[in-house]
């Protein structure tokens, strides 16, 4: 069965870094895009970032300059470095991987972590 499970999350003041983590386990035979996205309670999930199996990158413009999306293709891991990060960065972080098994070819979500920056 694959699953997407994230680390990293916590409590930041306004102008400090945190950095996300999310491993993906299973049998898994190849991963096309990973991204972040996060959501807060009564809106929307928004796109963070992205990035494709060949480093590719997209951000929301909210984050550019201050948010950094990487990947480990040998182990399956997604990473959010974030910086100088805002009260407005504050939500829910998800996971998202296009994960390629044994049973087909899905989008798979994370159970989120919380990122809470205060002022």
């Known amino acids: 069965q694959v699953q997407l499970v994230e680390s990293g999350g916590g409590l930041v003041q306004a102008g400090g870094s945190l950095r996300l983590s999310c491993a993906a386990s299973?049998?898994?035979?190849?991963?096309?895009?990973m991204g972040w996205y996060r959501q807060v309670p009564g809106k929307q999930r928004e796109l963070v970032a992205t990035?494709?199996?060949?480093?590719?990158?997209n951000y929301a413009d909210s984050v550019k300059g201050r948010f950094t999306i990487a990947r480990d293709n040998a182990d399956y891991t997604v990473y959010l470095q974030m910086k100088s990060l805002k009260p407005e960065d504050t939500a829910i972080y998800y996971c998202?991987?296009?994960?390629?098994?044994?049973?087909?070819?899905?989008?798979?979500w994370g159970q989120g972590t919380q990122v809470t920056v205060s002022s």
């Open positions: 299973g049998i898994i035979f190849s991963i096309n895009t």
């Open positions: 990035v494709t199996r060949g480093g590719s990158t």
């Open positions: 998202n991987a296009n994960i390629r098994s044994s049973i087909g070819q899905y989008d798979y």
